[in-house]
């Protein structure tokens, strides 16, 4: 088929490159020229695993191409996903301004009966209003607009577009749901298909019921900490119940990242609008929230204060495999260490350049004691505490031997990812902390 994706963030080249892959003549569409000339190249503006190769392909073989003209991408296409941002407005719920931007532009180009597929995270009932859009804005020829949700993971989006749980088709025309069907054969997943708003629905309550686990467990976590109990312990006890499983269980910082925290918070929105202030995801949201403020006050008086004392802060991503950022634990902790006054040390596999223009970018207190160092052995060198915020395997394999030779006398390891043994850490003369032990 030929495919138009409009959007060349996350979702959309990665989109784009494996579509092309399956033979599909596909447009990469976005109204940024230096992007569009940068992914030309097959030079990716973002870390994920495998997309630099697949985008590669793609453009060598000419069944990939970026571009900024929607003359060019929009009249031969049979389906056309939008999958641009939807920032969180001022309200709390999502910004819908980029879907109705991108709807406006492709509208006078459509050809007959071609499918809009929205591919944004988008409220209920957007579907019906894009197609406002497409008709107030030239949309003359028939045409549909479903939902066709994205359920990727930073970090493993590739794999996870090429092997999916499932495939989630909002529409209810039959030859539309027919042809989307036939698109994502390749793929081989279960296709499950509903109305576009039950679809819609589907995804926020697929990162929100995410999100929810990990709140759970972090406060199952604090009790344990209370009570002596053991939160692994705990997880590999309750993960046997069929009910229950055990994946999925990350104690930890709280959770972060582009989409868990800004669709927790839209639904937390969208329920607060509707009248239910007690909706469950307004305490989910609520309490991640706190949780950081709340651990860094715990750590603070572990360790006797941070104040004079030379803090090694191990990844800043807010996950292995991603160069991302957004909500990351150490968007929180970098800045609260330096204002009370710690000298901080950071390293991360992927991060440093990112890491460089957002610290140097938000004027925080205290900034001449922050260093980036490139490498491990670097940011633990001298360093009173070390903080481990990301599982990266670099981060997470260390021999606490090695640790204890870099890092001062009477050091401590703050564990935020539990990931290393207690008393292999304990017998070298670290002082540990783990989260829910």
């Not at 985008?55 to 003209?69: I, N, P, Q, R």
């Not at 403020?293 to 803090?311: A, D, R």
């Amino acid at each position: 088929m030929n495919l138009t994706i409009i959007g060349t963030g996350f979702v959309g080249v990665v989109s784009s490159g494996v579509f092309a892959s399956f033979g599909n003549i596909v447009y990469g569409l976005d109204i940024d020229q230096k992007k569009v000339d940068m992914l030309t190249r097959a030079e990716i503006p973002f870390y994920e695993p495998g997309l630099e190769q697949l985008v590669k392909e793609g453009v060598a073989k000419k069944t990939l191409t970026f571009t900024t003209d929607y003359t060019k991408a929009i009249p031969s296409s049979d389906v056309i996903m939008i999958a641009v941002g939807t920032p969180s407005a001022m309200d709390g719920q999502a910004d819908l301004t980029y879907v109705f931007a991108a709807a406006k532009s492709l509208a006078p180009h459509l050809k007959d009966g071609a499918i809009v597929a929205v591919k944004s995270t988008v409220p209920p009932g957007t579907c019906d209003k894009v197609a406002q859009v497409i008709r107030d804005n030239g949309g003359t020829k028939p045409f549909h607009v479903v939902s066709l949700p994205e359920f990727l993971k930073e970090g493993s989006a590739v794999e996870d577009t090429l092997h999916p749980d499932r495939i989630i088709i909002g529409a209810t025309d039959a030859m539309v749901i027919e042809k989307l069907k036939e698109l994502h054969k390749p793929l081989g997943a279960p296709v499950v298909v509903m109305k576009p708003e039950s679809a819609q629905m589907c995804k926020y309550t697929s990162n929100a019921y995410l999100a929810t686990r990990i709140t759970f467990i972090n406060q199952i976590a604090n009790l344990c900490e209370a009570n002596g109990a053991n939160i692994q312990e705990v997880i590999a006890g309750i993960g046997l119940d069929k009910r229950i499983g055990k994946h999925y269980w990350y104690p930890g910082l709280g959770y972060g990242g582009s989409c868990f925290p800004k669709d927790v918070k839209e639904l937390a929105a969208y329920a607060k609008a509707i009248g239910q202030e007690n909706n469950l995801m307004v305490t989910v949201s609520t309490l991640n929230e706190e949780r950081m403020v709340s651990l860094l006050s715990t750590f603070e008086q572990q360790v006797g204060g941070w104040k004079g004392k030379t803090v090694a802060v191990l990844g800043l991503s807010f996950k292995p495999n991603t160069n991302d950022m957004r909500e990351a634990p150490s968007t929180k902790a970098v800045p609260a260490l330096l204002a009370a006054g710690a000298v901080v040390h950071s390293y991360d596999p992927m991060t440093n350049e990112e890491a460089a223009r957002y610290f140097g970018s938000q004027k925080l207190s205290n900034f001449s004691n922050y260093h980036m160092a490139t490498s491990v052995d670097e940011a633990l060198k001298g360093a009173h505490v070390a903080l481990v915020l990301v599982e990266w395997p670099q981060l997470i394999t260390l021999e606490p031997s090695h640790i204890k030779e870099l890092m001062v006398p009477n050091a401590i390891f703050i564990d935020c990812r539990d990931q290393y043994d207690r008393a292999e850490i304990e017998k070298v003369g670290l002082k540990y902390i783990g989260i829910g032990l």
